[in-house]
């Protein structure tokens, strides 16, 4: 079915490791980005991009890495996870941003524990 | 930059009462949409207003954006257990800020 996969949904990582969380949608749209959402945080944005090749970084980028070599895929690395990225992770897509009444499509989530 | 202010942050209420929610923004909206997410989901949309003064329902949830465009109200009418979630009002930049939202908990 059509739509915006995140994977894994649940990982337990090490202080000190790299972990990748995987985005994958369907629809072929143009923007994709990476949201945590802490409690009392709301959704705070990572990062997100604009087309393939094109990245740029959101409210709370240190220390997270993406890449976008394919317009449908949107990874996002913890290089070295600490315990402060402990945290639900959420990625989204959306077609052209400016124009109004484009929804914005979130995947399940991500819920990412570092100890 | 656009700054976002929902309010308010936290509402608990019994069920069967009526409440409102705010969004206010430093600019002019484009277009303003309203999400809510439900514990352990992302979130889901559910309106967009355009025009200044739009008003739209949604069974029991109204959505009114204000004449200015730069602010929007959501009113829910006999607030059931279901509506309880994170209501979020993002901008529309190209950085998709959702900030706080207002955190809604109805008591059966």
């Known amino acids: 079915d059509a739509g915006i996969t995140q994977s894994p949904r649940y990982k337990i990582t090490e202080t000190g490791r790299q972990v990748t969380l995987m985005c994958h949608q369907t629809?072929?749209?143009?923007?994709m980005f990476w949201y945590r959402q802490d409690l009392g945080h709301g959704l705070r944005l990572i990062y997100y991009?604009?087309?393939?090749?094109?990245?740029d970084k959101g409210e709370v980028s240190d220390g997270y890495v993406v890449s976008r070599s394919k317009t449908e895929n949107f990874p996002l690395t913890l290089e070295s996870a600490t315990r402060s990225q402990t945290s639900v992770y959420f990625c989204?897509?959306?077609?052209?941003?400016?124009?109004?009444?484009?929804?914005?499509?979130f995947g399940e989530g991500s819920w990412l524990t570092v100890v | 930059t656009q700054l976002l202010e929902q309010s308010p942050q936290f509402l608990s209420i019994q069920e069967g009462e009526n409440l409102t929610v705010y969004c206010n923004s430093s600019?002019?909206?484009?277009?303003l949409q309203w999400y809510r997410q439900e514990p352990g989901e992302g979130p889901v949309l559910l309106v967009t207003?355009?025009?200044?003064?739009e008003v739209k329902k949604l069974k029991r949830l109204t959505f009114q954006f204000g004449d200015a465009r730069k602010d929007s109200s959501l009113h829910i009418t006999a607030a059931q257990p279901g509506d309880t979630g994170l209501y979020l009002c993002?901008?529309?930049?190209?950085?998709?800020?959702f900030g706080k939202g207002t955190r809604l908990h109805i008591l059966p």
């Open positions: 993002p901008n529309r930049d190209d950085k998709i800020i």
């Open positions: 600019s002019v909206f484009s277009s």
């Open positions: 629809w072929s749209h143009s923007y």
């Open positions: 207003v355009v025009t200044g003064g």
């Open positions: 991009s604009a087309a393939a090749d094109i990245t």
């Open positions: 989204a897509s959306s077609e052209l941003v400016e124009s109004s009444g484009n929804t914005i499509y």
